[in-house]
């Protein structure tokens, strides 16, 4: 049976970092894309970046460009979600997603494998 679990999570300033991880069993993330989406308390689930896993493209969300990377680990099938400079609005529920094929898609509804998550909260 496939999983995702997430790790990292945890409190921190403003201005910190954090390095979330997803390990996944029972599923190669080779089948195609693996992504990150948060959702914060009363928000729709907002897509954070992905990466397609066989040639390394790489997309993100407009709030986290230029802050957050998205990594692979090949031989581990782990991937990071590599946070910096983070905001009080980062502050959500995280979760590691997989999707089969290529294309890197925004919306979550394309996703078919889900972890439970793991909670990002960010201090003023």
């Known amino acids: 049976q496939a999983q995702l679990v997430e790790s990292g999570g945890g409190l921190v300033q403003a201005g910190g970092s954090l390095r979330l991880s997803c390990a996944a069993s029972?599923?190669?993330?080779?089948?195609?894309?693996m992504g990150w989406f948060r959702q914060a308390p009363g928000k729709e689930r907002e897509f954070v970046a992905g990466?397609?896993?066989?040639?390394?493209?790489?997309a993100y969300g407009a709030s986290v460009k230029g802050r957050f990377m998205i990594l692979k680990d090949d031989a581990k099938n782990v991937g990071y979600l590599q946070m910096n400079i983070l905001k009080p609005e980062d502050t959500a529920l995280y979760y590691c997603?997989?999707?089969?094929?290529?294309?890197?898609?925004?919306?979550?509804?394309?996703?078919?494998?889900w972890g439970q998550g793991t909670q990002v909260t960010v201090s003023s």
């Open positions: 029972g599923l190669s993330f080779s089948v195609g894309v």
């Open positions: 990466i397609n896993w066989g040639d390394g493209n790489t």
């Open positions: 997603t997989v999707r089969r094929g290529g294309v890197i898609a925004t919306r979550a509804t394309l996703y078919s494998y």
